[in-house]
């Protein structure tokens, strides 16, 4: 805990001097699925074929565009009556207006 800390309070100082936070593997944090624009030093398609080749050899990459993992939720078996259920929409989506003004 206390080498946590201690890193934690460095990193805070930074942030508090006005630099800015580097990407959560380099700094140590825990990442938001924020994205920033960088210079890199290899143009995007050779570090794509390098991710390709690595991904074909099965060996470990790390992809510079993470996707969220989704867990595989089996479906409820089916209703026998549904005349006799109650049945709630649930979602975490948001509320849209009426008419989907947005186009959502």
């Not at 565009?65 to 109650?86: F, I, K, Y």
Request: overall charge neutral; charged content about 30%; glycine content about 8%.
């Amino acid at each position: 805990m206390t080498d946590a800390l201690k890193r934690l309070a460095k990193f805070a100082i930074r942030l508090a001097h006005g630099e800015t936070a580097g990407p959560a593997q380099q700094e140590g944090y825990i990442p938001r699925g924020i994205r920033r624009l960088e210079k890199a030093d290899r143009l995007g398609v050779e570090r794509g074929i390098d991710m390709l080749l690595r991904k074909i050899k099965q060996e470990p990459f790390v992809s510079e565009l993470p996707m969220e993992v989704w867990d595989d939720t089996p479906p409820a078996p089916p209703l026998a009556q549904v005349r006799d259920c109650n049945i709630a929409l649930v979602t975490t989506s948001g509320v849209v207006p009426w008419g989907n003004p947005d186009r959502f």
